[in-house]
């Protein structure tokens, strides 16, 4: 009798544990990393292919958006092709280069690398800002797509660092075809295109020759002037000068890439 009481005591208190443990909540799940983008998509429905430079994703082509990104404090908001001789360098205007002609510098530009020029903004437009703004922070997202920004000089200086050093980033940056003369190698895979440049009184320059990206940066010591990557047609190397805000330049875009994505 005693043997059956113990044996049931046992029963009993085997039962009681296993609905203990069944009664403690499970641990929660660690959250779902997101996958590394493989394009980016603006909000005029332009597609966007990347690349990553280690812990950065950069656009490979040139920005072609219109208006400013549902997160951004400007949403919604159109930017305007510029359409008259003065322009006040606080005033956002974009400017399309892609059938302008310059003899003999344009003349190897077919339409799909002219296509592939994208738009060029002044720096008000790219940043979504104005002269006199003194919030401006580091990273901006201006005219970026939700969740990219305005590359800042640090991404600059990186980006040609991953390109083997200022001295030779220039002819792995740029494009194979396209360029007046001598083209790049484009083994960094950025396959940047000679998209020239617009002056504030909107005149168009330098296609085939050169281009430029903005950064989010003020030239140290200036707030009319911004650091911006600039390479041209006869350099093998890439240079970070300060620009005039007031004339218009191409646009990539960079997103930052930490723990919430897959591989980190």
Request: contains cysteine.
């Amino acid at each position: 009798m005693k043997n059956h009481a113990f044996f049931f005591g046992v029963v009993i208190m085997l039962v009681f544990a296993c609905l203990s443990v069944s009664c403690r909540k499970p641990p929660p799940e660690p959250p779902k990393k997101k996958p590394i983008p493989t394009s980016v998509t603006d909000i005029d429905g332009n597609i966007y292919k990347v690349k990553r430079f280690e812990n950065k994703l950069w656009m490979t082509e040139n920005l072609r958006v219109t208006r400013y990104d549902t997160e951004s404090p400007l949403s919604g908001d159109s930017i305007a092709e510029a359409g008259k001789q003065s322009i006040d360098i606080q005033e956002p205007y974009l400017k399309d280069v892609r059938n302008f002609v310059e003899s003999p510098f344009t003349d190897n530009l077919t339409d799909e690398i002219r296509n592939s020029f994208g738009l060029l903004y002044n720096w008000s437009a790219a940043a979504g800002t104005t002269l006199n703004n003194t919030t401006i922070v580091n990273k901006i997202q201006g005219i970026c797509p939700n969740g990219w920004h305005l590359p800042t000089s640090d991404d600059l200086d990186n980006l040609c660092t991953i390109s083997g050093g200022k001295e030779v980033a220039g002819k792995k940056l740029k494009s194979q075809k396209g360029w007046y003369m001598t083209s790049g190698t484009d083994e960094s895979g950025m396959n940047c295109y000679p998209a020239g440049l617009a002056t504030g009184n909107w005149v168009v320059s330098m296609v085939g020759q050169q281009t430029m990206f903005w950064s989010s940066k003020n030239q140290l010591g200036s707030i009319t002037k911004a650091e911006v990557l600039r390479l041209f047609f006869n350099q093998d190397k890439a240079d970070i000068v300060g620009i005039n805000k007031i004339q218009a330049n191409s646009v990539r875009c960079v997103m930052d890439l930490d723990s919430t994505f897959l591989g980190f």
